[in-house]
């Protein structure tokens, strides 16, 4: 297990090497000129060679990208071009704030699509099963900007029970944070509830009919045991596949409910740094977001390793 | 109608137009009592003027995205209006153009306009208690204009340099320029040019030290900022609000969805488009403001098929305005004659209105060689109506026999070549004065000049209305410009915008802006 863990973590550093390659490779094809940006389209063109000279950014990339790796090296990401501050506490801060948002969302949407695909696919066919995935299928099939709005014009404005910005004042206690998220989060979950509920459901419904499932009820285990031991256990592996594939997104992917609830993120701040061609600003997001999916996904590994012995014993058996 | 006196200013407040403004409002509002969409709006604006402003509160204002906010570099409209609550310029531009003084208190030109004297006010101090003096505007202008600082503003006033700007004493400044500059004045409030400390070195986000209504305490990147009150501000009573919050949107629609929910009072500039869902919205004041804001659809002169007047002249022939204007806009425009002297200036044009004939077009057409028309493909970006306006140019040219390609590209993209491609649509902001518009799009010699026209009788009237101080003689050189403009059509301008601002009923003496600015030392907020 040590041994599988260990492999994957030197994966993850060779996966962020790679990546701020690539990022700095790409970044310098995009089209736009930085100081033209900064300075915008009516600036003379003899400021913007002087403010591009500045920022280094007339420099060949690859000479840029050495310097922000020993930059990196000695624990300097770098300055933002566009907002001029300092890469790295933004990025830290901006990271904690949208791990806080994707794991509230997780901890509504995991046990509550699970629950309800368990007992949806208990009673296949039966009343709660299709009301709820025809729902949650036309529900998920709405893009967040439509179900945001919609939430905010039915909480927010015609009810005015919940705030409608998701960033608590300054110094809020945990009750006033939790409030702010209540709208954003419940616009993740519909927006992923439809997809994880009819995994589950899936999984659920054949690993009911699978011949260890009769067996486990023939031996005269108790139904709940037979759930919670048999079936979920096997029926959970893809589920946590996905959730694991859905972290890096969830972190970094959610400009629109970002934007939508005021609630700026990584999300929102690689938006924009790629639009300004703000290349530190982009490395340090990028780099950030990379390393939260591979943890995602290695995590999820993880768990899959520990529901499901073969993966463990495959690795180990030699 | 109002009257100008661009040599000398001494009084400030509240303008007569204003005060009849309110009164006429309030008395249709009366007459529509009961028609409570039209009527709510105008109401609130007609009791702003009554009752008298009450100190304290706190309002919260949505602002578009900013990015840096160094004055010196400052671009953006949300990174300006933050500025403009801590920092202050030596005039402002009322809504009708009068000038207001801020930390000057007068100025006067000499030498034709080459030479311009401002004395500074005294007893103004800055938020780290310094005084304010004569040291301090000059090292600001001189920032500015300083090439190794690439700030934007050293392209606003060309005609200033370093060397020119020199202190006389203590609370008098001295700027001496290249060429005589009648509207000088004006150029002092480009939106780079606020009175920092001499000392100041470039970190405002971290050391913010101006001499505004309000003291900026925190600035977060795609945030906002939080500001205090001054309570050392020269104006007093002067500011009433306690606390100021500017939250940056990067899109449009949650600052509208935030103005309904009441999350926040004031939405510093939206669109027509945006604007829609709050036009009857009980609670919610719509300001509008005349600007000169504009589109240009240049057409490059040095290349077929536009070398050919008749071709530019059968192009601005195609258009119908007023169906522009209001498929557009929603008639939240005024319809425009092809040069950009806006009716919002001092100089009035009376040049005859160019109606659509799309007969007359043809023939031009034909004279020049195109009897069937051509292919052309129009560049664009995406940005408010101007995806739609280049929609509406494809239809509006189509019966001339010009078939347009549509490119509609982003706005970074569009910027790096703008001033290049054969046929391009480009939105215009405001400038406080018409001469800056004229310069920048039309002199030959200009880097903007999109249409590569060059023309030195027109050069000629430039320099020579830029240099007059008397506004009646500006006029009349402004109206001959006007005139060779719509001659000649480098560019078809078909309208010039109306800035729109909207706020809850409860914030008073909240004015628009030609240029956007935003100014809240007067606004209050009732409880």
New interface residues.
Partial sequence: MLRFVGRRVLLLAFTLAVASVLIFAITNVLPGDVARIILGPFAPQDAVTRLNAELGADRPVVVRYAEWLAGVAQGDWGRSYAFSTAVFPLVLERLGRSLLLAGSGLAVLVPLAIASGVAAARREGGLFDRVLSTVSLAVGALPEFVTGVFLILVFGIWLAVLPIQALPPDGAGPLTVAAHLVLPVGCLVLLLFAYLFRMTRASMIEALAADYTRTATLKGLPPRTVVWRHVLRNALLPTVTVIGAQIGWLVGGLVVVETLFKYPGIGSLIHFAATNKDIPLLVGCSLAITFVFALGNLAADVLYAVLNPRVRHGRNAH | MVKRTDHKFSTAGTSRRQFLAGTSAMALALAFAGTASLSSALLSSAFAQAPAPKRGGSLKVAVP?A??I?PV?L??SGGIAIVQQAAEYLVYAEPDLTLRPVLATSWEPSEGGKVWTFKLRQGVKFHDGRPMTAADVVASFQRLVD??N???A???M?FLKKDGIAKVDDHTVRFTLDRPIGTFPYFTQTYNCVVLPADYAGNF?EKPVGTGPFKLVSYR???GATFERNPDYWDQPKPYLDRLEI?T???P??MV??L??G?IQVVQQLSYIDAQGIRNAPGISLIQADAADHRQLCMRTDMKPFDDKRVRQAVALCFDRPTMVRGLLGGLADVANDHPIAPIYPEKIEIVQRQGNMQKARELLAAAGYPQGFTIDLYTHQYLELPQFAALAQQMLAPAGIKVNLKVE?T??Y??H?TEVGFGLTDWTSRPVAAQILA?SFRSTA??NAAHWKNPEFDEMLAKFEAEPDVAARTKIGNDMAALLNEEVPAVIAYFNKNLRASRATVKNLTGSMSNYLDLTQVWVEA
């Fill in positions: 995205a990015t840096t160094d570099k671009n953006s090439p190794a690439a700030s934007p050293a392209g606003a060309p986000a990147p795609q945030e939250q949107f990067e899109s629609q949650p969805l935030a309904q929910s999350d982003p970074n993209l910027y790096n703008w920048q880097e903007w």
